[in-house]
């Protein structure tokens, strides 16, 4: 009697525990307001909803000026804090949060700043809150990601025809070293492959003398960015004599570009969505 009492109580207890238990996720990326780059934000998130079932996915955007940007334009999108406070109103109590960056850089270090001060603000809202990985922290998702990549070259490309991927990059910050390792990575895949950084140390002038030594005539540039943006469309296929392309035909070389966002491709999708699994089992 005893003993079925207290399997009664465990089990009102289990279903106690399982009725106020509610899972979330919230996606963070830099942001974009280039309505052409977004579908590669937008197809990451399909997948975590096609994914989630019933449970709610939001998006948030941590650039200040772009969810500015969007607001005046009528297409607004939460801040991390906000986002976070929105999926605590809808009974939300076990948080993932998954960051769409590349590196675990300055941006994901930022992110990580913000999740820390709505907690400490609101104390006891989550239960647990679980925070995945950027797309490249180990060297299994430098294997993978290379992989993908370079299956994800215009098909057009001949044996011979060079391919400059455009990184972001800081010469101040952390996100450097990722893509030092990454250039390293491709290269020695497919020595016809560079990876060169927009705003980082491995610039343009690195690349280039070492590409016009491999003999390339013609040369692919495709972004190695979530979204293909600004500095893809500006800073990598412009038309202004600092562009990429202008500097490569300058050099006399043929160049052809691939704007589209490592956000487009599925592999790519799968990956961040393992990362925010691995965040889940890495704590009980
Ligand atoms: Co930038």
Known sequence: MKKCFVMVLLCCLLAAGTAFAKTGTLLVAFGTSMDSARPAIDDIEKAYKKAAGNDPVLLAFTSDIIRNKLAKEGNPVLSVNAAMNELAAQGVTDLKIQSLHIAPAEEYNQLERMVVKNITKNPGVFKTVKVGYPLLVSEKDLDAVVKVVLASLPKDRKPGDAVVLMGHGNDRGPGDLTLAATAAAFHKADPHVWL?????????????????????????????????????????????????????????????????GLGRIDAIHALYVAHTKAAIDAIA
């Open 196 to 260: 060169a950084t927009v705003e980082g140390s491995n610039s343009f002038d690195n690349v280039l003398p070492k590409l016009k030594a491999s003999g390339a005539k013609r040369v692919w540039l495709q972004p190695f960015m979530i979204v293909a943006g600004d500095h893809a469309n500006n800073d990598m296929a412009g038309a202004d004599e600092d562009s990429w392309k202008t500097m490569f035909e300058a050099a006399g070389l043929t160049v052809n570009c691939q704007i589209s």
